[in-house]
């Protein structure tokens, strides 16, 4: 897991080129402007899912795992918590869904991470995660979560 502001992207841009063109994409987009929806970067390797949602209680999470996709949520306007662990600390509850590339976990060791408008959380297929979480009270938020196939 990375955590950091959006002015501080380009120094992750050694990492990996996919990382580097979603980086890209959220620099060089009007993303308030944007509509709710998905958005191709390149294809299926990177694209881009815009969300307007109302962020509930912490005890209403719901911890998610990805194998195929890394994840660059971007929080555009708003507060959002969000909650993250290590896979190992997890068990899962729901069988994966190879088709929407998630599963569904619950375990005891965890954190919380409050992200404001203009920061950014990367999840890798080992940091289990629960996003969409209220950081004091519930409010409506405007996000991005960026999808880069890791094969």
């Given at each position: 897991m990375i955590f950091d502001k959006l002015n501080n992207a380009k120094q992750y841009y050694k990492l990996d080129e996919n990382l580097k063109k979603g980086f890209e994409f959220l620099l060089n987009t009007d993303l308030k402007s944007l509509?709710?929806?998905?958005y191709e970067i390149l294809g299926d390797k990177i694209f881009a899912n815009i969300q307007s949602l109302l962020t509930k209680d912490k005890s209403d999470k719901k911890w998610?795992?990805?194998?195929?996709?890394?994840?660059?949520?971007?929080v555009i306007t708003g507060n959002e918590c969000m909650g993250y662990g290590i896979y190992e600390n997890f068990k899962n509850t729901e069988k994966y869904n190879e088709d929407k590339d998630v599963e569904f976990l619950?375990?005891?060791q965890y954190n919380y991470i409050n992200?404001?408008?203009?920061e950014f959380v990367i999840f890798y297929p080992n940091d289990?995660?629960?996003?969409?979480?209220?950081?004091?009270k519930s409010e409506n938020i405007k996000k991005v979560i960026v999808k880069i196939a890791i094969n």
């Open positions: 509509n709710e929806g998905k998610e795992a990805h194998r195929k996709y890394i994840d660059i949520q971007y619950e375990g005891k992200v404001k408008e203009g289990v995660h629960a996003p969409m979480l209220s950081v004091q």
